[in-house]
T-cell receptor, first 112, second 110 residues
Framework: DGGITQSPKYLFRKEGQNVTLSCEQN?????MYWYRQDPGQGLRLIYY???????QKGDIAEGYSVSREKKESFPLTVTSAQKNPTAFYLC???????????FGPGTRLTVT | GQNIDQPTEMTATEGAIVQINCTYQ??????LFWYQQHAGEAPTFLSY????GLEEKGRFSSFLSRSKGYSYLLLKELQMKDSASYLC???????????FGPGTRLSVLP
């Protein structure tokens, strides 16, 4: 079955620690995205990558970093510089044929 | 600049019809998507409009007017399971960068 996986579903960290959220897809999509969603809010773009070894900042990239060493993988690191990291994080990929975005199940990060 | 507006909340009755509006002002435009998102879950694709007009898919229809920067999602024969947030999203000229609206939380009452 093709799809996007994110792990873990729930993640708890202490303030001041970096944490990496994983995102893997086997849809053979070139483009991948990371979004943040706060309660009752829409999705805000953190980073996106249109091809391996290339990525661009979205609207709220400060305090986050990404890498794209493989087509299938687009991990997101939430650094200690992110002032308010507690949120629901969604990874997505898109097909150039249909432009539709496919979403992973999300990771809910809680930092205390 | 990028700006997408949707009503924050709507309420409708089971079996009724509801229209959720979306207006957008973006620096580029390739197409408009509607997604459904149940609480705590990932968004799922509902519809995609690239040309003006109405796209119908079962109980769901989506309309686009590019000259007015306006779209709506029409849900017919509402069911309790339609209670969710509905997200409007616009893609840029290359179809790669997505901008999402704040979402409309729909409550379907018996």
């Amino acid at each position: 079955d093709g799809g996007i996986t994110q792990s873990p579903k729930y993640l708890f960290r202490k303030e001041g620690q970096n944490v990496t959220l994983s995102c893997e897809q086997n849809l053979n999509h070139d483009a991948m995205y990371w979004y943040r969603q706060d309660p009752g809010q829409g999705l805000r773009l953190i980073y996106y990558s249109q091809i391996v070894n290339d990525f661009q900042k979205g609207d709220i990239a400060e305090g986050y970093s990404v890498s794209r060493e493989k087509k299938e993988s687009f991990p997101l690191t939430v650094t200690s510089a992110q002032k308010n990291p507690t949120a629901f994080y969604l990874c997505a990929s898109s097909s150039p044929d249909t432009y539709e975005q496919y979403f992973g199940p999300g990771t809910r990060l809680t930092v205390t | 600049g990028q700006n997408i507006d949707q009503p924050t909340e709507m309420t409708a009755t089971e079996g009724a019809i509801v229209q959720i509006n979306c207006t957008y002002q973006t620096s580029g435009f390739n197409g408009l998507f509607w997604y459904q998102q149940h609480a705590g879950e990932a968004p799922t694709f509902l519809s995609y409009n690239v040309l003006d007009g109405l796209e119908e898919k079962g109980r769901f229809s989506s309309f686009l007017s590019r000259s007015k920067g306006y779209s709506y999602l029409l849900l017919k024969e509402l069911q309790m399971k339609d209670s969710a947030s509905y997200l409007c999203a616009v893609t840029d000229n290359y179809g790669q960068n997505f901008v999402f609206g704040p979402g409309t939380r729909l409550s379907v009452l018996p």
